[in-house]
Nanobody, 121 residues
Framework: QVQLVESGGDLVQAGGSLRLSCAASGTILRISVMGWYRQAPGKQRELVASITSSGRTNYADSVKGRFAISRDNAKNTVYLQMNSLKPEDTAVYYC???????????????WGKGTLVTVSS
């Protein structure tokens, strides 16, 4: 089994910063892409940022220049540094990862349970 656990969500004022972390654990052989998604109330889940095992990144237009994704492959952990936060960034942030599991010997996508980020105006 593979588990993803997010942390770092909080209430912050507009213009502030937060750093989210997501640690993957379990029967992991390799992780290819790791990413952060978010879902605001009444809206669909959307991609925020993703990063490959070699460090290639991709960002939603709405967060470019404000958010930075990074990962520590040795720790199976992905981070999201969020700066210049806006009220519209308020959402539950979910981590996901494409994992090659030692148990199944197949790649599958796993999700965390989410962490709430609230940005007040």
């Amino acid at each position: 089994q593979v588990q993803l656990v997010e942390s770092g969500g909080d209430l912050v004022q507009a213009g502030g910063s937060l750093r989210l972390s997501c640690a993957a654990s379990g029967t992991i052989l390799r992780i290819s892409v790791m990413g952060w998604y978010r879902q605001a109330p009444g809206k669909q889940r959307e991609l925020v940022a993703s990063i490959t095992s070699s460090g290639r990144t991709n960002y939603a237009d709405s967060v470019k220049g404000r958010f930075a994704i990074s990962r520590d492959n040795a720790k199976n952990t992905v981070y999201l540094q969020m700066n210049s936060l806006k009220p519209e960034d308020t959402a539950v942030y979910y981590c996901n990862a494409d994992v090659l599991s030692r148990a199944t010997m197949n790649y599958a996508t796993y999700w965390g349970k989410g962490t709430l980020v609230t940005v007040s105006s």
